[in-house]
């Protein structure tokens, strides 16, 4: 048997996570302060705010990776999205959070660095962590490895979110929009029925973009369950 005859296995979570998150960062590191006040593809949030809100999720990933939880787990990968549910009161709130906190950096290079720092550090814990270790998030306990599997899955949404008006950048990493298409099927119950990229399928399951009629008659009763998560 010959290298290439050796089945590969999936991605690990933790490397999943550092191609997420080195694709986004690869985006934001050379961003000036005229670029961050672009509009990106979340409601209200310039290009600052969505940076913002991901520091805030890499922080709280910091925390998670190193606070052991009893268990038994009680989500996975896909089963933690299953309980996000329209909040317009709470998304308005939060909106108005991440606008303000983000416009008080006078300087947008502290929080350009603010998040490549914590970004990295975070990769670097998750590294470091067993992948089967149960850790506690959002009130919710699930093993590491899924942990990692849901950060990357959010980075790599948001980072088709950032880069909605800022041409020529990097894109999302292949492994962690794989990912947002594991988790999409997975809330979905199969694989979906419409012929859609990785970064469409993304978009549209999140209610980043409508539906055609076209798409809504091959999706059936599920076009109703969109979105998936947003």
Request: charged share 20%.
């Amino acid at each position: 048997m010959t290298l290439t005859d050796v089945p590969v296995g999936p991605t690990p979570p933790s490397e999943v996570l550092r191609a997420a998150y080195t694709a986004f960062a690869d985006v934001v590191r050379p961003l000036e302060d005229e670029e961050s006040w672009r509009p990106t593809g979340c409601t209200g949030w310039a290009v600052r705010d969505l940076i913002l809100h991901c520091v805030a999720d890499c922080q709280r990933a910091l925390v998670s990776l190193h606070t052991s939880a009893a268990g038994p787990a009680d989500r996975d990968a896909v089963t933690y999205w299953r309980d996000w549910r329209p909040d317009p009161v709470g998304a308005a709130n939060g909106r108005r959070w991440s606008r303000v906190c983000a416009s008080m950096f006078l300087d947008f290079r502290q929080l350009r660095e603010l998040y490549l720092e914590t970004a990295a550090a975070t990769v670097h814990a998750a590294e470091a962590a067993a992948q089967d270790r149960l850790v506690a998030t959002q009130g919710h306990v699930l093993t590491a490895g899924d942990l990692m599997t849901t950060l990357a899955v959010e980075a790599t949404i948001h980072h088709l979110d950032l880069v909605v008006d800022l041409p020529g950048v990097p894109e999302p990493a292949p492994v962690g929009l794989a990912a947002v298409r594991a988790t999409l099927d997975g809330l979905l119950g199969r694989p979906v029925p419409v012929a859609w990229t990785d970064e469409h399928y993304a978009r549209a399951a999140t209610g980043r973009a409508p539906l055609t009629d076209a798409e809504r008659r091959s999706l059936g009763a599920d076009a109703e369950r969109l979105p998936l998560f947003s």
